[in-house]
């Protein structure tokens, strides 16, 4: 099964792989969907796997927050030649699976505390006819507060109190050591403290994996480190097909694909981001296996071409 690193990606992510559908969609311009979230959920099957993705909000993010290092100019001209603004809108979409009896999750959305516009998976995953207390499993690709601090209610309790958790061992040892918070630079002080307070929250939840590890039956996490030290990406397979959820590795439907070399503004380790997005892009081509990004344009689904000397997202 999948490793700690990349390299094994080409050998498992089969060719075979596809959503169904994805193929003929294959040809449909990136900015052809709208920008703003959906209220319905989407659903789809990868093999037996039911995957229901519903929107936790929507996300603004200011060019110079994440392409500090990127002369603004020329970003915002490739950024204008696709029709996008120059600040971008990230989707938060999270993921509802049904599989063998399971009720997974995969990242759990935010708080409106950390910013207004999201926070609002919760109430739609239950308008979606789902209960909290059926949740099994929840598994999350790393400990930000778009993606884990949804998993804690508003009196401070767990949200999906009979779930296991599961998460990298790297990612869960970086942000529950003591004192991290104060080692941090003053603008990542009050994220950090809050990541930890919540992770103290469900940590007898936790089941901390190994990256590589098979979590669950078809359901394996892939180290894509650099966003955060032990982000991973979510590789599900079923019968002849497979999804990687990425998670935060690849967040930009355009700079990400078309510029994986420029310093993302979000990332922990900007140098070691670059490098798992272009390993990243370099195996989801070349195995043409679908990609569901937790940032990308609502529902986030699509698969990844090669384009010139780089590459482009096309959406399913
Ligand atoms: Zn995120």
């Given amino acids: ?38 209220a319905a959920p989407h659903v789809f099957k990868v093999g037996e796997v039911e995957i229901t993705v519903i929107s936790d909000g929507t996300m603004s993010l200011p060019l110079s927050f994440v392409l500090p290092k990127t002369d603004a100019k020329t970003a915002g001209d490739l ?17 509802v699976l049904k599989t063998a009896g399971k009720l997974v999750l995969v990242d759990t959305g935010g708080t409106k ?26 598994v999350l690709t790393h400990a930000h507060p778009d993606h884990l601090w949804g998993a804690i209610d508003a009196l401070d309790e ?22 991290l918070a104060e080692s941090m630079p003053d603008a990542l002080k009050g994220m950090t403290a809050g990541t930890y307070r919540r992770l103290k929250i469900i940590e007898s939840q936790i089941a901390a994996a190994k990256p590589g590890a098979e979590i669950l039956p078809g359901i394996s996490l892939v180290a894509t480190p650099g966003h955060t030290p032990g982000h991973c ?18 967040s930009s439907p ?13 990332d922990y380790d900007a140098t070691q981001g670059a490098a798992t997005r272009k390993v ?9 296996t679908p990609l569901l990004g937790y940032h990308l344009p609502w529902p986030g689904l699509g698969r990844v071409e090669r384009k010139d000397l780089a590459y482009r997202f096309v959406m399913a």
Avoid: Y
């Fill in 1 to 38: 099964m999948i490793r700690s690193t990349l390299s094994p990606l080409s050998h498992t992510l089969s060719r075979r792989g596809f959503v169904a559908g994805l193929a003929a969609a294959a040809t449909a311009p990136v900015l052809s969907r709208p920008a703003l979230a959906q």
């Fill in 79 to 95: 950024l204008a030649a696709r029709g996008q603004s120059p600040d971008l809108v990230a989707q938060v979409n999270v993921l």
């Fill in 113 to 138: 505390d950390f910013m207004p516009t999201i926070g609002g998976f919760a109430d739609r995953f239950e308008a979606a006819g789902f209960k909290p207390d059926d949740v099994t499993d929840v």
């Fill in 158 to 179: 767990p949200r999906f109190a009979k779930a296991r958790v599961h998460m990298s061992i790297v990612e869960r040892d970086f942000w529950i050591k003591d004192g």
């Fill in 233 to 250: 990406s979510v590789f599900i397979n079923s019968g002849s097909q497979s999804l990687l959820v990425g998670g935060d590795a690849l």
């Fill in 254 to 266: 355009i700079i990400s694909f078309e510029k994986p070399d420029w310093a993302w503004g979000a």
């Fill in 280 to 288: 990243l892009l370099d195996r989801l081509a070349a195995d043409r």
